[in-house]
């Protein structure tokens, strides 16, 4: 059999780096579904689906304090709370990788040279739990959660993944569905990769000038020389 390396194009960038929600997994109702939960548990009545979608992407005490602006710092630790017991415990939504995520990946994991990481609004301990259950934690050779870091949209994930992968900014793509993944690669310099089957819409992408903006995963991968 032929190497996989050996028929692929060179890597159009040494490191991608994904979101998560809304990018890799297909989360967006799943978590509607437990802010939505923690708002009522907390007492701050219902929440409407439009603004939580809007949050995806921030870390929870970022997410959670824009959502409930007139919440004390009390009222906003105990959301964070409900909303992590509930997507742990409760809620049973299936989560699921977006269509050609995992053929993607292998794609582009077939070139050694190839680096892969994420940058995540999701916790240190939420992020390990998805790679276990999806066994897919040895897909990427760095990642960084909102709790290790600054929240997005600040860029401080971005430049630590660098530092750690000693890439420079120019060498790097950030792939997102939100504004706020775009945001921290333009702050950089770093070219960045918009998804339109995430929660922002497509003028929200374009105005944070992404190198392009695709529909599907296997679009992407094209994009990137890591076709079928």
């Not at 989360?27 to 007492?43: K, N, P, T, Y």
């Not at 929240?151 to 992968?165: D, T, V």
């Not at 105005?207 to 679009?219: G, K, L, M, W």
């Amino acid at each position: 059999m032929t190497d996989a390396s050996a028929v692929l194009p060179s890597p159009r960038y040494r490191l991608v780096i994904f979101d998560w929600d809304g990018t890799l997994m297909d989360s967006e109702a799943r978590i509607v579904d437990c802010l939505q939960a923690a708002s009522l548990a907390v007492g701050m009545g219902e929440l409407p689906a439009h603004a939580a979608r809007d949050i995806i992407g921030l870390g929870l005490p970022e997410a959670m304090a824009r959502l409930f602006p007139g919440a004390s710092a009390a009222q906003c630790e105990a959301l964070v709370e409900a909303y992590k017991q509930h997507f742990v415990a409760v809620d049973t939504t299936p989560l699921d990788f977006f269509p050609g995520v995992e053929n993607g990946i292998e794609r582009l994991r077939a070139h050694p040279e190839q680096l892969l990481a994420v940058a995540t609004g999701k916790s240190r301990r939420g992020l390990d739990r998805m790679f276990q259950a999806h066994d897919c934690g040895d897909w990427f050779h760095a990642s960084r959660t909102a709790d290790m870091t600054l929240s997005k949209p600040h860029p401080l994930m971005l430049e630590e993944l660098l530092a750690e992968l000693n890439v420079e900014a120019h060498e790097a793509l950030m792939v997102g569905d939100t504004e706020y993944d775009l945001e921290m690669a333009r702050a950089l310099g770093m070219h960045s990769v918009g998804v339109t089957y995430g929660v922002h819409s497509v003028p929200r992408l374009e105005a944070c000038a992404p190198q392009r903006i695709v529909s599907h995963f296997d679009e992407l991968m094209e994009w990137l020389g890591a076709v079928r």
